[in-house]
């Protein structure tokens, strides 16, 4: 089971910290990361790390002012969302999978979690 929490509503420009954790079940060695899915648009892939924590990949859109980051091999993941747009807008997935490749090459994912709702407004 993935939970992901931290959305809500903030002004162009803020910042928001977005966490999941995995738990119900072991996960060993299992990649995790973000999606989002804006009104209207298709899902997205956004950020994702591998297992240790130790490689990073994000979307185009959210270089430099998304940062994804991991407890060492714990199986908890934050979003740290800096200088946030409208167009960030959208509800945002945690997900897991035994392929760190999986999540941002294929963006695709063995396990997902509920969606937390981010609003930017301008």
């Known amino acids: 089971q993935l939970q992901a929490f931290g959305g809500g509503l903030v002004q162009a420009g803020d910042s928001l910290r977005l966490s999941c954790a995995a738990s119900g079940r072991t996960y060993s060695s299992i990649a995790m990361g973000w999606f989002r899915q804006a009104p209207g648009k298709d899902r997205a892939f956004v950020a994702a790390?591998?297992?240790?924590?130790?490689?990073?990949q994000y979307a185009d859109s959210v270089k430099g002012r998304f940062t994804i980051s991991r407890a060492g091999t714990e199986n908890v993941i934050y979003l740290q969302m800096d200088n946030l747009k409208p167009e960030d807008t959208a509800v945002y997935y945690c997900?897991?999978?035994?392929?760190?490749?999986?999540?941002?090459?294929?963006?695709?994912?063995?396990?997902w979690g509920q969606g937390t709702l981010v609003t930017v407004s301008s």
């Open positions: 997900a897991a999978d035994n392929h760190f490749g999986s999540l941002y090459a294929h963006f695709e994912a063995d396990y």
């Open positions: 790390t591998n297992w240790d924590g130790g490689s990073t």
